[in-house]
């Protein structure tokens, strides 16, 4: 996720970047090229208002992404601490109720390790898991 964070912040500067070469040449043509009394139309003062504006426009989405992008961090970090515990209530309650663990499939590993969850396997659990209360015979009726 970090990357891709990254990557889109590489492009919004090289957007930025991008902008100010344009408005660079803009002036440069407008000085060599037009005259004086051009239309309103192709005004390049009027142009480079709205390059402003839309620089503007850019540096603030620059800024709001960044504070999504933190407060998506925040959240998955809030997120793996609720999951791992989850995940840490339900391994105590399988190996206190003596619960026989099925392997985890591919995909659930896969996924655990994406979460940066600690999930134990079925052996692993066994081992941390007390060992089972054996339960009394029941009576006998005494005629038998």
Known sequence: METAVNKLEAMF???????????????????????????????????????SAVKARHKSLCAQMEAIAREQQESMQAIRAHLDTTVTLVQELQSTADVQVPPLTEAQQVAAEQLGVAVLGAAEASLQAPPPLEAPAPPQPAGE
Not at 31 to 47: Q, S
């Open 13 to 51: 500067q090289k957007a930025e970047a991008d902008l100010e070469y344009v408005e660079k040449q803009l002036k440069f043509e407008c000085m060599t090229n037009l005259p004086e009394d051009g239309a309103a139309e192709e005004n390049p003062v009027k142009l480079l208002e709205s390059l």
